[in-house]
């Protein structure tokens, strides 16, 4: 059964660093998506990318946060300067016709 | 503003028997979605059941079924023969959209455990 992926499962960095979250959706899925959950807390939208270009975006996405969709398969979400409060699991996920969840990304600020 | 309230932080039930999982939303939109995640330990993010606003009947999935009451805006979640891997983080959520790509709006969420 076709599976969105996401490396690296677990991401240690310091505060101010830049970090790259890499996802893979399924193939021939249109839409893609980050979510974020902090821990404890509710997931959280952050945005959603259609045609190479973002197709909505929440508050929460403001200019330290990038998507790209590099190439035919990966679809990455960049955070330029990251903060304490960055620290979360990070979700990406991909639609056709259905919404499908990758297993997530710890990132750890310090 | 579209929101998804779970009142419920935590449920226990015994191994075997029923629970049922609350959830209420607010919307000025006829036509959306609604849907149960169960989130466990493994943090995956796994699809329980959807429901579809337009359509009256109740989904059902095996042990799950809903309970979708659109003009009190409320749809709960009910567990029947609880097993001890249904143990987990439930979240309700909503979408508007959905069908063309649109995004999904989670609840809180509410802990299950099940007790042997």
């Known amino acids: 059964e076709p599976e969105v992926t996401q490396t690296p499962s677990h991401q240690v960095t310091q505060m101010g660093q830049e970090v790259i979250l890499r996802c893979v959706p399924i193939?021939?899925?249109?839409?893609f998506y980050w979510y974020r959950q902090i821990l404890g807390q509710k997931v959280e939208f952050l945005v959603s990318f259609y045609n190479n270009e973002i197709s909505e975006k929440s508050e929460i996405f403001d200019d330290q946060f990038s998507v790209e969709r590099p190439d035919g398969s990966n679809f990455t979400l960049k955070i330029r300067s990251t903060k304490l409060e960055d620290s979360a699991m990070y979700f990406c996920a991909s639609w056709g016709g259905e919404q499908f969840f990758g297993p997530g990304t710890r990132l750890t600020v310090l | 503003a579209q929101t998804v309230t779970q009142s419920q932080p935590e449920m226990s039930v015994q191994e075997a028997e029923t629970v049922t999982l609350s959830c209420t939303y607010d919307?000025?939109?006829?036509?959306?979605?609604l849907f149960w995640y169960k989130q466990p330990p493994s943090r995956q993010m796994i699809l329980v059941i959807r429901?579809?606003?337009?359509?009256?009947q109740n989904a059902t999935e095996n042990r799950f079924s809903v309970n979708f009451q659109k003009a009190a805006k409320s749809f709960s979640l009910k567990i029947s023969d609880s097993q001890l891997g249904d143990a987990a983080m439930y979240f309700c959520?909503?979408?508007?959209?959905?069908?063309?790509?649109?995004?999904?709006?989670f609840g809180q969420g509410t802990e299950l455990s099940v007790k042997p």
């Open positions: 193939s021939n899925h249109l839409y």
């Open positions: 919307t000025s939109e006829s036509d959306y979605y």
């Open positions: 959520a909503f979408s508007t959209d959905y069908n063309q790509g649109g995004k999904l709006i």
């Open positions: 429901q579809e606003a337009y359509k009256q």
